[in-house]
C-alpha cells in the first residue's frame, strides 16, 4: 500500500510562502503527497526545515515508510565509532521528518509514532554508551574488562524511565535515564576505579546525546532520577542503589518504577537489578496510602507550576495542566500501585495498556478507561502538534490566536472546533479526576461530640501506636466519624466500642489501613461485625490487617472454589517468587487470606459450619500441596533430587477426613519409595533414609517456623509408624509391614482416615492400596472393641468426663464419637474417612444399633458446629458468662438455639445421650 493511499487526514499551511518553498524543496511529490508537505511545512518552521535538509533521503522514505527506519537503523550499528555523533544527529533529523509526517498524516497510530522514537531512542543511548565506554576500556581504565566487554557496555545499564521507559516518548521529548553498574563484576579493591571510569562514560555518553552541534543534537538527557542526585554520582552501583530504595524510596520514585526498563548496556544485569525492586514498587498490600500521595504530588506540581484555576485554554500546560497528560498518568500509576503487588498482570508500563488491564480487572469502571484512553491519545496528538511546530520541550497550548491557528491548521481542524473540543475533554478529565483524589470522610458529626459517647476509650485513643504520625492522625481524623456512627449502630455499642478499642490497640502502624478504610468504606462495616462477634478475631485482624485487602479484591464473596483452584491458586502465587523465604512468607499470606475468607462467610452466614470446615481443610490441604513441591526445590539444590520415586504426604485425622475448624493443627506422615537408590546425588548426597526424613524436617519448618507473616500451621507427626519412637519419614515397605504386622489398634483406628494431600501421586496411590489391604483384612471384633472400650476409659481416667462446653474430649463428645467411626469403618472394612461414613458402617456391619448412629451422627454435627463457631471467635474454650452479646448471638444462630442456657441444656442432653449409646455398643466389652 502507497504512502499517499495510507494517509487519513492532511494539514493546510499557515504560510503559504513556506508551503510553495517546501513543495519546491520535493518536486517529486504528487497528489495527497505533496498536499502533506506543503501542509506540514508551511504551517510547521520545525519540519520546513527538516524537509530542506533531507528532501532526497525523504523520497526513498515514502516509497516504504516502515522499513525506512530499520534500514536507518542498521545503517547506524554499521557506522564508524569516530564518526558517530553527526551520523546519530543525521539520523535524528530523518526519523523526526518521517515520523512528523507519518503522524500529521494519519499513516502511524499515536503507538506506532511514540514507539518508533523510542526505539530510535534505545538505539542512540546503546551506541553512544558503546563509544564512552570502549573508549575507557581502550585507554585501560575500566579494570578487568577487554573490547568483548564493549556490548553490555562492561556492566554498566541505562534504565530507560518515564515515557522512554514505557515506549511513549512524545515528539520532542527529552529521555530520562539512571545509570548504573554491576559492582559483582568488579573486584573489591577495583570498585572506585570501576565508577569513576563508567561515571566518565556516562557524562561521555550524556554529551554525545544531548551537545548541540551544527548537526543538531539528539536527545536531551536527563539523569536526575537517580538516587539522591544532588550528591550521587551519574552512574552508581546497582548496591547502592538498591539499599536507597529500601531504607528512603518515596512514592514518587516508585511510581517512576512501574515504566523502568533496561534499554542499553547490560540490560540482563538490568532485568536482574529490578527483580530486586519488585517488593519497594510493588507492595505485598493494597497500597490505598498511594492515593493521598499521588493527590498531593498534583497539588505541589500546580502551586510549583502556577497551574491553579479554572481551565483557559491560551498557555493551558497539556502536560501538567488539569485535566492534562500527568493526571491521566497518576491516576493509572495510582491504581497500578495499589493492586499491582497482590496482581502481576497490572504490572505494565504504557498508560493505555495501563488502562485496558485495570478495567479488564475491575479496579477502573470500564466506561472511564475508556474515556480516558480516548482523551489520553488526543491530548498527545496535540501536545506532538505543538512540539512539531517549533521542536520545542514544551507542553503549552499557543497563547495567541495566530499561534492557535497555526495549531489548528497542523491538525487539519477548525479552530473553533479545536478549541470546543480541547476545552470538554480537558475539563472531563479533570472532573473524574477530582472525584477519585477527593478525601472521603469528614461529612458526619461525630456522635462522641455529642454525648459523650466512649470518651473514656476514645481519649486512650492518641496515644496508640497506630497513631503516633502525623499522617495517620489526619486520615483517621477523617474516618473517626463513620467509625463512631456505625459501632453506635451495633446491638450493644460499648462492647462494640470496647472490641474496636482492642483492634486499634494492636494495630502496629496505621497509615495503610486507614487508607484502605478510606478507599473502601464498606470495610468499616465488616471490621464492626467481626469485632462485635470476636475480638479476639479482632485482635488477630490489628495483627494480620492485610488480609482486609482480599475483600476488595472482587471475588471474595464468590462460591468457594474447591481445592483443586486452590492448589492451582497458590501455585501461581509461589511461582511469582524467586527467593525460598519469600515464598515461605508469600504462602502465610495467601492462608491467612483464606482462612479469613472462610472465617467471615461464617460470620456473614452465607456457609453453614460444616462447608466452614470442609473449607479450612481445603485451605490446608492446598498449603500442602503446593508447598512441597517448593520445600523439595529447595532442599533439592543442595541434596540432589530425592531418590528412587519419591514421598507422599499423608494427611491424618481432621485434616485426612476434610474437616479443620479454624486454630486446627495438621496431623500428616510421610511415605517414601527409594526404589533400590541408595543415596542421593546431590552436591552434598545423603542416604536415602537420610534423605527423606530431613526433607521431612524441611517441610515441618516450612509450615511451622515462625517468619515475618507469622506460620502456617502447628504440625503433629506422632500418627506415624511408632510413633514419636520411629523415623520422621517412612519408607513403603516398611509401612506396609509393620501396617500388617506390627500396627496397634489404634494405629489401624487412624489409617482408616488416611489421605494423600501431596507429594507424588503414584506413592499416594501404593499407600491407599495398603489402606485398603489393612481394612479388608481379616479382624478379631472382641479384640477391637475390648481396646476400644480401654481407650475411652484410660481417656476418661485422664481427662474427666468432659466440660459442658467442650465440644472435643469428654464423655459423648466428638473424640468418643469419632473413635466409635474409625472402629465402624475398620470393622465393616469399609473405605470411608468421615464419621457419618464410619457410624454407618457401624450399623451395617450389626455392631450399632440404626437409633443409636442416629444420635451419634447428630451429635457430632451439632457439637462440630459449635466447635468450628468457638475457634472461630476464641482461642480458650466458651464461657457463656465472658461471651458479648454478638459473640452469643453467632453462636445461637450456627446452633439454632434461642439462648446460651437452651443450647448448654442441649448440649448436657445430647452428650449423655450419646453416651449411653456408646455405653451400650461397647457393653460387655474390655
Not at 563509544?131 to 556492566?155: F, H, N
Not at 481551565?311 to 495542566?321: C, E, F, S, V
Not at 460470620?603 to 500442602?624: F, H, I, K, N, S
Amino acid at each position: 500500500m502507497s504512502f499517499a493511499s495510507r494517509l487519513t487526514r492532511l494539514p493546510r499551511p499557515f504560510d503559504e510562502d513556506k508551503a510553495t518553498d517546501t513543495a519546491a524543496h520535493a518536486p517529486w511529490a504528487t497528489g495527497d503527497t505533496a498536499s502533506l508537505l506543503r501542509g506540514a511545512g508551511g504551517t510547521s518552521p520545525h519540519l520546513h526545515a527538516l524537509i530542506g535538509k533531507e528532501a532526497g533521503w525523504l523520497e526513498g522514505a515514502l516509497d516504504a515508510p516502515d522499513d525506512a527506519l530499520p534500514a536507518l537503523f542498521a545503517e547506524l550499528r554499521e557506522g564508524a565509532p569516530d564518526t558517530r555523533n553527526d551520523d546519530l544527529r543525521r539520523a535524528k533529523r530523518r526519523v523526526a521528518l518521517l515520523i512528523g509526517l507519518c503522524d500529521v498524516g494519519g499513516v502511524w497510530s499515536l503507538e506506532e509514532v511514540t514507539g518508533a522514537l523510542t526505539d530510535f531512542a534505545d538505539l542512540a543511548v546503546q551506541l553512544a554508551m558503546e563509544e564512552a565506554v570502549g573508549r575507557e576500556i581502550r585507554r585501560g581504565k575500566l579494570p578487568g574488562a577487554s573490547e568483548d566487554d564493549i556490548a553490555d557496555a562492561g556492566g554498566m545499564v541505562a534504565l530507560a524511565m518515564g515515557k522512554m521507559g514505557a515506549g511513549e516518548l512524545n515528539y520532542s521529548s527529552d529521555i530520562d535515564l539512571i545509570c548504573l553498574f554491576d559492582e559483582e563484576r568488579f573486584e573489591a579493591d577495583d570498585f572506585h576505579e570501576a565508577r569513576s571510569s563508567l561515571t566518565r562514560a556516562t557524562r561521555r555518553m550524556c554529551a554525545s546525546l544531548s551537545d548541540l552541534t551544527g548537526e543538531g543534537y539528539v536527545f536531551r538527557t536527563d539523569l536526575r532520577l537517580r538516587p539522591d542526585p544532588a550528591v550521587t554520582p551519574v552512574c552508581m552501583g546497582m548496591e547502592a542503589a538498591e539499599r536507597y530504595y529500601e531504607s528512603l524510596g518515596r512514592t514518587w520514585e516508585r511510581a517512576a518504577y512501574i515504566k523502568a526498563r533496561p534499554a542499553a548496556g547490560d540490560r540482563q544485569a538490568g532485568a536482574r537489578f529490578l527483580q530486586t525492586l519488585t517488593p519497594f514498587v510493588w507492595r505485598r498490600h493494597l497500597d490505598f496510602a498511594a492515593i493521598k500521595d499521588a493527590h498531593d504530588m498534583r497539588l505541589r506540581i500546580r502551586a510549583h507550576k502556577g497551574l491553579g484555576g479554572p481551565i483557559t485554554l491560551p498557555g493551558h500546560d497539556m502536560k501538567l495542566g488539569r485535566g492534562g497528560i500527568r493526571e491521566i498518568e497518576f491516576f493509572t500509576q495510582t491504581r497500578q500501585i495499589i493492586a499491582g503487588g497482590r496482581d502481576p498482570d497490572l504490572r505494565v508500563r504504557g498508560t493505555v495498556d495501563g488502562l485496558a488491564v485495570l478495567a479488564e480487572k475491575e479496579w477502573v469502571p470500564g466506561d472511564v478507561a475508556q474515556r480516558l484512553t480516548e482523551a489520553y491519545r488526543a491530548h498527545r496528538e496535540v501536545e506532538h502538534r505543538v512540539q512539531m511546530m517549533r521542536d520545542a520541550q514544551t507542553h503549552e497550548l499557543p497563547s495567541s490566536e495566530d499561534e492557535m491557528e497555526r495549531l489548528a491548521c497542523l491538525m487539519g481542524r477548525d479552530r473553533q472546533e479545536l478549541e470546543h473540543e480541547l476545552k470538554d475533554r480537558l475539563q472531563d478529565v479533570h472532573e473524574m479526576m477530582e472525584d477519585f483524589f477527593a478525601r472521603e470522610g469528614g461529612g458526619k458529626e461525630d456522635p462522641a461530640e455529642e454525648d459523650g459517647f466512649g470518651d473514656e476509650i476514645t481519649a486512650r485513643w492518641p496515644a496508640y501506636p497506630a497513631l503516633r504520625s502525623q499522617r495517620a492522625v489526619e486520615i483517621f481524623e477523617r474516618l473517626r466519624p463513620d467509625i463512631l456512627a456505625r459501632l453506635r449502630e451495633a446491638a450493644k455499642p460499648e462492647e462494640a466500642l470496647l472490641a474496636f478499642d482492642g483492634f486499634l490497640a494492636g494495630l502496629p502502624a496505621g497509615v495503610q489501613v486507614f487508607s484502605l478504610f478510606e478507599a473502601n468504606p464498606q470495610l468499616i462495616d465488616l471490621l464492626v461485625d467481626i469485632v462485635s462477634v470476636s475480638p479476639d478475631l479482632g485482635r488477630y485482624l490489628s495483627r494480620n490487617a492485610g488480609v482486609l485487602d482480599a475483600v476488595i479484591g472482587g471475588d471474595f464473596f464468590d462460591p468457594w472454589p474447591g481445592p483443586e483452584a486452590l492448589v492451582e491458586a497458590l501455585g501461581e502465587v509461589l511461582e511469582r517468587e524467586h527467593d525460598y523465604e519469600r515464598r515461605l512468607d508469600a504462602a502465610r499470606r495467601w492462608c491467612k487470606e483464606w482462612h479469613f475468607r472462610a472465617g467471615v462467610h461464617l460470620l456473614r452466614g452465607m456457609t453453614t459450619p460444616g462447608d466452614a470446615a470442609r473449607q479450612y481443610a481445603d485451605v490446608a490441604e492446598a498449603t500442602l500441596a503446593a508447598l512441597w513441591p517448593v520445600v523439595v526445590e529447595e532442599f533439592s539444590a543442595k541434596h540432589g533430587d530425592p531418590p528412587g520415586r519419591g514421598a507422599a504426604v499423608l494427611g491424618m485425622g481432621s485434616l485426612g477426613s476434610g474437616r479443620l475448624h479454624a486454630r486446627s493443627d495438621l496431623d500428616i506422615i510421610v511415605i517414601y519409595d527409594p526404589a533400590g537408590v541408595d543415596t542421593s546425588d546431590g552436591r552434598k548426597p545423603l542416604s536415602a533414609r537420610a534423605y527423606y526424613s530431613r526433607l521431612t524436617q524441611a517441610l515441618v519448618t516450612a509450615m511451622t517456623a515462625p517468619m515475618a507473616e507469622g506460620r502456617l500451621y502447628e504440625v503433629d507427626m506422632r500418627l506415624r509408624p511408632s510413633g514419636n519412637q520411629g523415623p520422621v519419614a517412612t519408607s513403603l515397605a516398611a509401612f506396609r509391614d509393620y501396617q500388617a504386622r506390627e500396627a496397634w489398634t489404634w494405629e489401624h483406628l487412624a489409617l482408616t482416615r488416611a489421605r494423600p494431600v501431596a507429594g507424588s501421586a503414584e506413592i499416594g496411590a501404593d499407600v491407599e492400596e495398603v489402606r485398603r489391604e489393612v481394612l479388608a483384612g481379616e479382624k478379631d471384633r472382641d479384640r477391637i472393641l475390648a481396646e476400644i472400650a480401654d481407650m475411652r476409659a484410660r481417656i476418661e481416667a485422664a481427662k474427666g468426663r468432659g466440660a459442658l462446653w467442650d465440644p472435643k474430649v469428654g464423655r459423648g463428645r466428638m473424640q468418643e464419637v469419632e473413635l466409635m467411626a474409625q472402629a465402624g469403618a475398620l470393622l465393616a472394612g469399609a473405605d470411608v474417612r468421615d464419621v457419618q461414613g464410619g457410624v454407618a458402617a457401624a450399623t451395617e456391619c450389626g455392631w450399632l444399633e440404626a437409633k443409636d448412629a442416629d444420635t451419634l451422627t447428630a451429635t457430632y454435627d451439632a457439637l462440630q458446629a459449635l466447635q468450628v463457631g468457638t475457634r472461630l471467635i476464641s482461642e480458650e474454650p466458651v464461657d457463656p458468662d465472658d461471651l458479648g452479646q454478638g459473640a452469643a448471638a453467632f453462636l445461637l444462630r450456627l446452633m439454632g438455639e434461642e439462648s446460651m442456657e437452651a443450647l448448654g441444656a442441649r448440649i448436657a442432653d445430647e452428650t449423655e445421650a450419646t453416651g449411653s449409646a456408646i455405653d451400650r455398643a461397647l457393653e460387655g466389652a474390655g
